[in-house]
């Protein structure tokens, strides 16, 4: 993840402070919060996406992280030196409030290249532009730079190139046509101090 600048910027442009006021903490003590928005799926589709997963790693093997990491639709992620505070979660809750919730419709499957070494193979969503949308809203909002975004369900993360076309060619002949509702973003918190990184543990539910 890459620094982000540390306020949060409303529709009114007044800024609100990400952070309480807490006293300093030495550098010892200083721990890095990360945060993760994401589009959860319901566990139909969930399921559906981990025996791919088990199907791939049989055929070329995957990493811990791709077979067990739960599947998910990112929206955003970000890390701080100080937890956010309850003003941010409310401002996070105005905006969701003022979206619909909308559909969500898995069809086939794409690729991501990564210079010369390996790929991301992913389930493309069709007419995504809601999730582009609340995507660009949250950057505006948090007063990040919007960067280009295509929303997508990741599979496996960085294949060996040696490896990818196989699990490709796999992936093009399991069946994951999935339509489902999205009615909320859950928001995921975790620390990195003394280097120790903790597992996710959600944060907020926000329904749309």
Do not use: W
Not at 184 to 198: A, D, F, N, P, Y
């Amino acid at each position: 993840m890459n620094t982000r600048h540390q306020t949060l910027v409303s529709a009114g442009n007044s800024q609100l402070s990400l952070f309480p006021e807490a006293k300093k903490e030495t550098p010892a003590m200083d721990a890095v919060h990360q945060y993760f928005f994401i589009i959860p799926l319901p566990d139909a589709v969930k399921n559906k996406v981990k025996l791919l997963k088990h199907q791939l790693n049989t055929a070329i093997g995957l990493s811990d992280y791709n077979l067990y990491s739960v599947p998910h639709i990112s929206l955003l992620s970000f890390h701080t030196m100080r937890p956010v505070n309850e003003r941010f979660i409310q401002a996070i809750q105005e905006l969701f409030s003022r979206n619909n919730p909308f559909r969500v419709k898995l069809s086939g499957f794409a690729h991501f290249e990564h210079g010369l070494n390996s790929n991301t193979l992913y389930a493309k969503i069709e007419d995504s532009d809601q999730i582009k949308n609340l995507y660009y809203e949250l950057n505006l909002l948090l007063g990040f730079r919007v960067r280009s975004f295509v929303p997508h369900l990741t599979i496996a993360r960085s294949v060996p190139r040696a490896n990818f076309e196989k699990s490709f060619t796999m992936a093009k002949q399991y069946s994951l046509e999935e339509e489902f509702n999205c009615d909320q973003v859950t928001i995921l918190e975790r620390k990195l101090q003394h280097g120790v990184v903790s597992k996710y543990q959600v944060l907020k539910e926000i329904s749309l």
